[in-house]
């Protein structure tokens, strides 16, 4: 790979590889949110025409190779080499998700977990309304490997010591599987099925996690093993998805666990909560959120 072939490199493909897509397109340009820093609306513009990128926050612009350079604060040869594919973590890898069989067929080594930093990741968090802040209160960036290939997801660690791992290509995890405690032997308890309906939970309460101990079942295969220990606690409060299994759930801890309320009615019209609050408007979340009582 030379300057003047990676000057020829489509600067969207190479932005989507790195898990940035356009929030808006023409014929003639793409829009994103800048991939240097977090924002709500779009000012990091590609001319489609022109194979050029100029970022409107800064007033900085350039072809692939600066975009890379930018990007990873790397000198031109090392961007040469990531372009080059020589270097893995320049994106998810060029092939975003392992396949079933290779899934199926080869155990996940984790190779390394750190706080969250990859802005592919934190992207694929603000897709779903969630702040890197909140994220790394309970998730952390897991680095893996399957059947020889590297892959990288936002990781929640079980009580077991194995891990659940998402990204906005794939969702996995590792054995053991069980469930994920996080909390200070509060009286109250809050449970959710997944990791980001408990991360959605406090981004809109942050602090729930000073006043509640936190529970996330990763499958709802786990709640009647769960009853005994959900029982111990004073209050239990259920967010739990509205399909058929979770309801069935509800209405089981409801039954078991007389100290247990429903609050699943926040969210009604929608699968969970972290869907209610990516797809509803943002004051009317938090009017609904203040008419119930959580004390």
């Known amino acids: 790979m030379d300057c003047e072939k990676a000057r020829n ?26 991939p240097f820093r977090t924002e709500t609306q779009a000012s990091f513009k590609v001319s489609l025409k022109e194979n050029y990128w100029i970022d409107f926050g800064t007033f900085e612009g350039g072809r692939t ?34 396949t079933k069989t290779e899934h199926r067929t080869n155990p996940i080594q984790i190779i390394q977990e750190k706080e969250i930093e990859h802005r592919a990741l934190q992207n694929y968090l603000q897709s779903r309304k969630i ?24 990781g929640l660690r079980n009580r077991s010591g194995g891990w659940e791992l998402r990204n906005r290509y794939w969702k996995g995890s ?16 809050a449970i959710t099925e997944g990791m980001f309906d408990m ?30 220990e959900i029982g111990e606690y004073e209050s239990v409060e259920l967010f739990l998805d509205r399909d058929r299994t979770g309801m069935r759930m509800t209405e089981l801890l409801l039954e078991r666990c007389p100290n247990s309320r429903d609050l699943s009615f926040l ?16 004051d009317e979340v938090w009017q609904r959120i203040q008419d119930v009582s959580l004390s």
């Open 9 to 34: 490199i489509d600067i969207v493909s190479t932005l989507a590889k790195s898990g940035h897509f356009p929030v808006r397109k023409t014929e003639k340009e793409a829009w994103f949110l800048s």
């Open 65 to 98: 190779i600066d975009l890379i350079m930018k990007m990873n604060n790397c000198s031109v040869k090392e961007a040469l080499e990531r372009l080059s594919g020589n270097i893995d973590h320049f994106s998810f890898h060029w092939r975003p998700n392992p």
């Open 131 to 154: 702040s890197t802040r909140t994220s790394r209160k309970l998730c952390g960036e897991v680095h893996y490997k399957i059947g020889g290939r590297k892959y990288f997801a936002i």
């Open 174 to 189: 590792t054995s053991p599987k069980d469930v994920s405690i996080i909390g200070n032997s509060f009286k109250k308890l």
């Open 199 to 228: 991360l959605t939970l406090m981004e809109l309460m942050p602090e729930f996690g000073n006043s509640h101990d936190l529970l996330i079942l990763n499958t709802t295969a786990f709640v009647k093993r769960m009853i005994s």
């Open 267 to 282: 969210y009604e019209g929608f699968k969970d909560i972290n869907e209610w609050k990516v797809k509803s408007a943002k």
